[in-house]
Structure formats: structure tokens, C-alpha cells
């Protein structure tokens, strides 16, 4: 059984800066894109960045310039640099995961204070 653990989140003040990290364990597997969505209250679930096994990436168009999504392969773990965090970057941000299917996060919440 594969799981994603993710850790990071908080409570910070406009301007400022969290990272976010999503590590997956369990069995032997292979691992194609990594990713990050969020969901805002009230709000779908919208996708925020990802990083393919080859380190193709993109970006949210609100968040380009301040966030960058890193991963490391050997350790299937996947990193979200968030700088000058704005409020409505507030949500619950979820790693995936694609494998044969895709797998989830429990979830991190992100709160930006104005």
C-alpha cells in the first residue's frame, strides 16, 4: 500500500514564506507526475503545480513567479516553495501522486493572515 504524508502547512502572514513537503512510502513502485492541488472554502479543488519523473513542470498562472514545486525521485518526495504568500493562497493543499492510479494527501492547511 502506497501512502502520501504530507507536511508544511500553517499559518503565516502576507508576504511571507511555508514549504510544503509529500513524501511517498510503502511497496516498490513507479511514480510519474507529482503534484500539488488546493481547495479553497467554498471552492473546487484547483491544481497549483506538478513536476513530472522528467522535470517537466507548470504552474497555476497565480502563482507563478512565487512558488516553485520540487521533487527528489530517489525518495518519491515532493516539495511546494511558497514565497510571498498572498491571503486567497488559503486552503487545504493536497499532494497526488500518479501511479497505476492516482493517490492522494491527507491534506495541509495553508492560512495566509492579511
Known amino acids: 500500500q502506497v501512502q502520501l504524508v504530507e507536511s508544511g502547512g500553517g499559518l503565516v502572514q502576507a508576504g511571507g514564506s511555508l514549504r510544503l513537503s509529500c513524501a511517498a512510502s510503502?511497496?516498490?513502485?513507479?511514480?510519474?507526475?507529482m503534484g500539488w492541488y488546493r481547495q479553497a472554502p467554498g471552492k473546487q479543488r484547483e491544481l497549483v503545480a506538478y513536476?513530472?519523473?522528467?522535470?517537466?513542470?507548470k504552474y497555476a498562472d497565480d502563482v507563478k513567479g512565487r512558488f516553485t514545486i520540487s521533487r527528489d525521485n530517489p525518495s518519491n518526495t515532493v516539495y511546494l516553495r511558497m514565497n510571498s504568500l498572498k491571503p486567497e493562497d488559503t486552503g487545504v493543499y493536497y499532494c497526488y501522486a500518479d501511479t497505476l492510479q492516482r493517490l492522494w494527501g491527507q491534506g495541509t492547511q495553508v492560512t495566509v493572515s492579511p
Open positions: 513536476r513530472s519523473v522528467g522535470g517537466i513542470t
Open positions: 510503502g511497496r516498490a513502485f513507479r511514480i510519474d507526475d
